[in-house]
């Protein structure tokens, strides 16, 4: 019998500073998803402050909320992959001339100077000062975002680069159409998946809840509600690619070959170059995130170096790599980091005080593109606490190369709670049964 196994595929993966006051730069209007604004930002950013930037200065990019500081759960995931895409943008253009601290570099600093982030903010640049001279840091960058009040409607973003020294510049961007992960709200789930979504403990999948309250600002999204007694205990995903139905009438698609971008907590599930030259956790939009593979119902993936693509497909009894187990964070070739359901601020996602992201399990799936298909595919969202990573579980892995389509044709969202969470009282739970 062929053993079921893990494998990882590697995706194709302005202003003058005046002393004390604000200046104001026109930014180019950024377009596209988070990624694509995050390009446009580091540019501005990097034009803004490397000519006053001193050798080896440190620079510290702070979570994007609104203009009080916070986010809502569903914009959560959108505000986070713009702050992760920044860092890496800004990591690789600043390569060698100065720091960017990573989101958990930055919270290692606060940690280690007792300190907390709650006086860190655009419209108290004094405030922000202070706390930057208190941790060593150079420069902060922070943002506001307010999203559309529609799908098509403007993004309004605000970019603000403050120094230490009590300089502060201003990006002002003109509020356009931005495509950004939680633009549609969730709808309701449909009979037609070609993938399914588990959250497993001891083997068994635990019972998903919708929100049936429409004013809750979580209509039809899923809930996953557990036990406090549940900290501490690990748990798997289970991603399933029933074959079926079809995404188009291109002959091979019932063996399509999908990438999967599981993220906990905003963290791909897969760690990968921090952009300081260490394997580590990462928060990027799942198109530039390493991917796990599934593939059709009844192959399994077989490492072949003679082929070009690195693996060759073979047929098996069962559902052979169509299922797959993701026991924890991925830490390399060998070994994964156990799922560990945790309190806030044990997360790995733990946010310097904006934590609404914490307890988001997202599931972003890509086709492989067989070269008949008929584009665009179409997008299916399924929007259904905290983790910390664990003990080291054996989960060998190996890379291959695929060619994926660039955007996903489904996206799963499991919200997850503690069930004495009082904001739950407000979503009309319902199990979801069938």
Not at 45 to 53: G, N, P, S, V
Not at 199 to 211: E, F, H, I
Not at 267 to 289: A, D, F, M
Request: proline fraction near 9%; charge should be neutral.
């Amino acid at each position: 019998m062929l053993r079921i196994r893990n494998f990882l595929a590697v995706a194709l993966t302005a202003g003058l500073l005046s002393c004390g006051g604000v200046v104001h730069a026109q930014a180019p209007q950024p377009t596209g998803d988070a990624a694509d604004v995050a390009t446009d930002l580091a540019r501005q950013i990097m034009r803004a402050i490397l000519a006053e930037c001193p050798p080896q200065c440190r620079v510290a990019v702070f979570p994007f909320g609104n203009p009080q500081g916070r986010v809502s759960g569903l914009e959560a995931e959108t505000a986070e992959i713009l702050r992760g895409e920044l860092i890496q943008q800004l990591s690789a253009a600043a390569a060698g001339r100065m720091f960017i601290l990573d989101r958990d570099g930055l919270a290692r600093e606060f940690q280690g100077a007792g300190i907390d982030a709650s006086s860190v903010s655009p419209q108290d640049a004094a405030a922000t000062c202070r706390v930057l001279q208190k941790l060593g840091v150079d420069i902060a960058i922070l943002g506001t975002m307010n999203p559309p009040l529609t799908p098509s409607g403007p993004t309004k973003m605000q970019v603000y680069v403050i120094w230490q020294s009590g300089g502060v510049i201003q990006l002002t961007c003109k509020p356009e159409p931005l495509w950004l992960q939680s633009n549609h709200a969730p709808p309701t789930q449909s009979l037609d998946s070609r993938f399914e979504v588990d959250v497993l403990m001891d083997g068994k999948p635990l019972p998903l809840q919708r929100s049936t309250n429409p004013d809750s600002g979580y209509f039809n999204a899923m809930f996953l509600v557990l036990p406090r007694q549940m900290v501490g205990r690990e748990y798997q995903l289970r991603l399933t690619n029933r074959g079926v139905p079809p995404l188009s009438p291109t002959s091979g698609d019932p063996q399509r070959i999908f990438g999967a971008v599981a993220t906990v907590d905003g963290v791909n599930t897969i760690y990968q170059e921090n952009g300081c030259g260490q394997l580590g956790p990462v928060v990027l939009h799942p198109k530039n995130c390493q991917k796990w593979l599934l593939s059709g119902p009844g192959q399994t993936m077989i490492p072949d170096p003679n082929s070009p693509d690195g693996f060759r497909m073979e047929p098996t009894a069962g559902p052979g790599q169509s299922v797959l187990m993701i026991p924890g964070f991925q830490n390399g070739p060998q070994f994964s980091k156990a799922f560990t359901f945790a309190i806030v601020r044990e997360s790995v996602a733990e946010n310097l005080g904006i934590t609404n992201d914490i307890g988001l399990i997202a599931v972003h799936f890509y086709p492989e593109d067989l070269g008949g298909d008929q584009p665009p595919l179409p997008i299916s969202e399924k929007s259904l606490g905290a983790t910390r990573p664990g003990r080291d579980i054996a989960n060998p892995v190996f890379k291959v190369r695929t060619r994926l389509q660039v955007n996903p044709v489904e996206v799963w969202r499991i919200f997850y709670r503690y069930e004495d969470d009082a904001s739950l009282n407000q979503l009309a739970l319902q199990l979801i049964t069938g």
